[in-house]
């Protein structure tokens, strides 16, 4: 089965900025839809951002929409996102998720998904 590879996150100062990678070993790339959710302890995940198969459709989260840059490299099978100018309520675990449409990415309820990587903003 398919497995999603997440990396980035870790500690970082206040106003920083951190760097996630997905990719997806053992199927077609190109064939999922591909994002990042958040959620903060005791609540629902939420989207982060989520880019389509082709990399032309993209979809933010309200809360962090002007601090996102979401990108993908079809060629080489990942997918990058960076958020800027953190704050400590951005503290909690990011995970990857992947689906064939990029509004089940968008809502949360993708099939498949990463197993979660911290981000801690603190100074």
């Known amino acids: 089965q398919a497995q999603l590879e997440e990396a980035g996150g870790g500690g970082v100062q206040p106003e920083g900025a951190v760097r996630f990678s997905c990719t997806i070993a053992?199927?077609?790339?190109?064939?999922?839809?591909i994002g990042w959710c958040w959620q903060a302890p005791a609540k629902e995940r939420e989207i982060v951002a989520a880019?389509?198969?082709?990399?032309?459709?993209?979809a933010y989260g309200d809360a962090v929409k002007d601090r996102i840059t979401i990108s993908r490299d079809n060629d080489n099978n990942m997918m990058e996102l960076q958020m800027n100018n953190l704050k400590p309520e951005d503290t909690t675990v990011y995970y990857c998720?992947?689906?064939?449409?990029?509004?089940?990415?968008?809502?949360?309820?993708?099939?498949?998904w990463g197993h979660g990587t911290q981000v801690t903003v603190s100074s």
């Open positions: 998720n992947r689906d064939g449409s990029i509004m089940s990415v968008v809502n949360g309820t993708a099939f498949f």
């Open positions: 053992g199927t077609l790339f190109t064939q999922y839809a």
């Open positions: 880019i389509s198969q082709g990399g032309d459709g993209k």
